[in-house]
């Protein structure tokens, strides 16, 4: 079946300082793929995302390119603040599927001043 | 515009006793998803719901878990005889449409322990 796998958190950084946060997925067929941040007692809000293989989404100064090759989705920024931290969580959603999202794991950005 | 209501954000129980979890949806939101968070885990899909119709239930636990979506009023998560194990974060997501273009919007979810 379909899987997300981010790399282990919680992330630990000062303020501009380069974000990279990776998600590899497992899928049969050619998913769309996610990322949503979710800030303390919110819900979660999505990010960006992409639908096809080199799409690359963007928002908010965050990147991240879809690589069908590599199956992988990281997520980077070039200079991070405090406001970002949050829990990131990558996802996909396959058209097979339907409109069901699956997620990875989630990780927990912290930003220091 | 109000985004996705959840309500209680906060729900204990004791083992046995039942819990129901409301979600409104966003005004003018037709579709309903709930997702489940264990802790140390991702969210994982549940069930996907449309004004009076169960569209996808394949992530509902087969047993003590139902949903539903009444033409009028929120969106139903119901557990019965809940255990220790059901003690998760229940979010709720909802979309215009059932299309995969769509977003779907997340509301803040609802905790649930079980003691």
């Known amino acids: 079946g379909d899987s997300v796998t981010q790399m282990e958190g919680p992330v630990t950084l000062s303020e501009e300082a380069f974000l990279t946060i990776n998600c590899t997925y497992t899928?049969?067929?050619?998913?769309?793929l996610f990322w949503y941040v979710q800030y303390p007692g919110e819900g979660l809000q999505l990010l960006l995302k992409?639908?096809?293989?080199?799409d690359k989404g963007s928002n908010k100064g965050f990147e991240a390119t879809y690589r069908k090759e590599t199956t992988s989705f990281h997520l980077e920024k070039g200079s991070v603040q405090v406001s970002d931290s949050a829990v990131y969580f990558c996802?996909?959603?396959?058209?097979?599927?339907?409109?069901?999202?699956?997620f990875g794991e989630g990780t927990q950005l912290t930003v220091n001043p | 515009n109000a985004g996705v209501m959840q309500n209680p954000r906060h729900l204990v129980r004791r083992r046995g006793q039942e819990a129901r979890l409301r979600c409104s949806p966003m005004?003018?939101?037709?579709?309903v998803y709930w997702y489940r968070q264990l802790p140390e885990e991702g969210l994982k899909f549940m069930v996907y719901?449309?004004?009076?119709?169960?569209?996808?239930e394949s992530g509902m636990p087969k047993e003590r878990f139902s949903a539903e979506f009444p033409k009028e009023g929120p969106s139903i998560l119901r557990i019965q005889q809940v255990v220790r194990g059901d003690s998760a974060a229940y979010f709720c997501?909802?979309?215009?449409?059932?299309?995969?273009?769509?977003?779907?919007?997340f509301g803040p979810g609802t905790r649930l322990t079980v003691t």
């Open positions: 997501a909802s979309s215009p449409s059932g299309s995969p273009l769509n977003e779907q919007y």
């Open positions: 899928a049969t067929g050619y998913p769309s």
């Open positions: 992409a639908t096809k293989a080199d």
């Open positions: 996802a996909l959603r396959e058209e097979t599927s339907g409109s069901r999202l699956t």
């Open positions: 005004k003018g939101h037709s579709h």
């Open positions: 719901l449309q004004k009076e119709n169960i569209i996808d």
